[in-house]
C-alpha cells in the first residue's frame, strides 16, 4: 500500500480512541496507540492486540515522548465530567502538557498533528447554533474550567505552533458524541440514561431537562477525524464536528425509555454548576471544506449502543 504510514494515537484506548485505531487499521496504516489508561481500558483494544499493525504504549503524555511517527492523532484527556474532576490539576496538565508534548514530536518530525478539541471550549454559549468564530463564554475558575480551560489553551498551543513554527495542525471540535465502549459509570448523560434503563433503576435528569444537546454517533464522528487529517495542509481547522440535531435532556431519556421498553421513571436532580444550557454545532465548514455530515440519526445509534450495553450489563 503506498500511503500506509505509522500512526500514533495518544488516548487511543479510550472510548473516541478505539474506534479510531480501529478505522486507521481498515485503512491499512500501522498504528501507534499510546494511553495510560486513567479511563481507557484495555478491553477497548483487547481484539487489536493481535494485529501485526497494532502497537501498544503504556506512557502518560504530560511525559516527553521520543518515537518515530508519520502522523499525530491526540485525543488523550479524560472528557466525562466525573472524570475530568476527579483529578483536576492532572486534567490541565494533560491537555496542556500533552499539546506541548506532542507538538514538539509533530515539528521535530515535521509531520500532521490533529487535536480533539471540544464544543465546551463555548463554555455555556450566547451564540447559537455554536459557529467556530464564536470566542465562548467559559468560566476560568470553576469546576469544570480545568478541562474547558485546559482545551482551550491546547488550542492556543497549536495555533502558535502553527504560526510560530510551521507544524501542520488539524483541530477540531467535537460535540457530545455516543456509541458503544462509552463506560457506564463516566457520568455522561447517553451511558447514564441507558444503564439506568436496562437495570430499571430511576433515571436521573439533573435540572429541569430542558437543557439540549447534539448527539454523534461514534462512526460518523471517526469518518470527520480521518477526513480532517486527510485535507489540504492549509486546512488547519478549528473544525466543528457533531451532529446538528438537538434535543432537550428529557427527550433523550424518553427516548431511551421507549428505545428500551423500561419501567423506569424520570427523577430530577440538582443541575451541576456550570452546566451549559444548550449546544448544538453549525456545521457548514465541516460540510463545505470536508464534505463531511453525520448520517446516523439519534434512534439508529441509540439502538446500536443499547444493544452493546445490554451485551455488558447483562
Ligand atoms: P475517554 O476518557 O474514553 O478517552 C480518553 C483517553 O485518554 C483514555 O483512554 C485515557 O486513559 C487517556 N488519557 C487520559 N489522560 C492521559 C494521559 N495523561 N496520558 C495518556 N493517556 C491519557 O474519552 P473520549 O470520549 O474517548 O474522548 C477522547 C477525546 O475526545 C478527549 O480528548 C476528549 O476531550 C475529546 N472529546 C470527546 C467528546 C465526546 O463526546 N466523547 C466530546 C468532546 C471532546
Ligand atoms: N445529565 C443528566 N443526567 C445524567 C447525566 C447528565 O441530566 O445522569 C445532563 C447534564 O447535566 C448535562 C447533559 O445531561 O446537561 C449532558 O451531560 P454530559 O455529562 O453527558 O455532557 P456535557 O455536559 O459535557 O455536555
Given at each position: 500500500m503506498p500511503n500506509k504510514k505509522t500512526i500514533l494515537v495518544a488516548g487511543g484506548g479510550g472510548f473516541l480512541g478505539s474506534h479510531l485505531c480501529e478505522k486507521l487499521l481498515d485503512d491499512g496504516h500501522d498504528v501507534i496507540c499510546l494511553d495510560n489508561f486513567f479511563t481507557g481500558s484495555k478491553e477497548n483494544i483487547r481484539h487489536l492486540l493481535?494485529?501485526?499493525g497494532f502497537e501498544l504504549m503504556r506512557h502518560d503524555v504530560t511525559w516527553p515522548l521520543y518515537i518515530e511517527v508519520d502522523a499525530i492523532y491526540n485525543l488523550a484527556c479524560p472528557a466525562s465530567p466525573v472524570h475530568y474532576q476527579h483529578d483536576p490539576i492532572q486534567t490541565t496538565k494533560t491537555s496542556v502538557m500533552g499539546a506541548i508534548n506532542l507538538l514538539g514530536m509533530a515539528k521535530r518530525l515535521n509531520i500532521p498533528i490533529f487535536q480533539a478539541s471540544?464544543?465546551?471550549?463555548?463554555?455555556?454559549?450566547?451564540?447559537?447554533?455554536?459557529?467556530?468564530?464564536y470566542w465562548g463564554n467559559v468560566?476560568?475558575?470553576?469546576?469544570r474550567s480545568c478541562y474547558d480551560e485546559g482545551k482551550r489553551c491546547a488550542e492556543t498551543l497549536f495555533f502558535d505552533y502553527n504560526r510560530q513554527l510551521g507544524v501542520e495542525i488539524k483541530v477540531v471540535r467535537i460535540f457530545n458524541t455516543y456509541g458503544?465502549?462509552?463506560?457506564?459509570?463516566?457520568?455522561r448523560v447517553v451511558s447514564n440514561f441507558i444503564v439506568q434503563a436496562l437495570k430499571g433503576e430511576d433515571i436521573t435528569i439533573y435540572g429541569d431537562g430542558s437543557q439540549t444537546r447534539s448527539f454523534c454517533y461514534v462512526n460518523d464522528l471517526i469518518e470527520g477525524f480521518v477526513k480532517m487529517m486527510n485535507s489540504?495542509?492549509?486546512?488547519?481547522g478549528p473544525i466543528n464536528l457533531g451532529n446538528p440535531e438537538e434535543f432537550t435532556i428529557k427527550e433523550l431519556a424518553e427516548k431511551i425509555i421507549e428505545l428500551t421498553g423500561a419501567s423506569s421513571k424520570i427523577i430530577y436532580k440538582e443541575l451541576p454548576a456550570d452546566d451549559p444550557t444548550r449546544r448544538r454545532p453549525d456545521i457548514t465548514k465541516a460540510k463545505s471544506i470536508l464534505k463531511w455530515e453525520p448520517g446516523i440519526p439519534l434512534k439508529e445509534g441509540l439502538e446500536k449502543t443499547i444493544a452493546y450495553f445490554e451485551k455488558i450489563i447483562m
Open positions: 493481535t494485529d501485526p471540544t464544543s465546551e471550549v463555548y463554555g455555556d454559549p450566547s451564540v447559537h447554533p455554536q459557529v467556530e468564530e468560566n476560568p475558575i470553576g469546576t458503544p465502549r462509552m463506560q457506564a459509570n463516566d457520568g489540504d495542509k492549509d486546512i488547519t
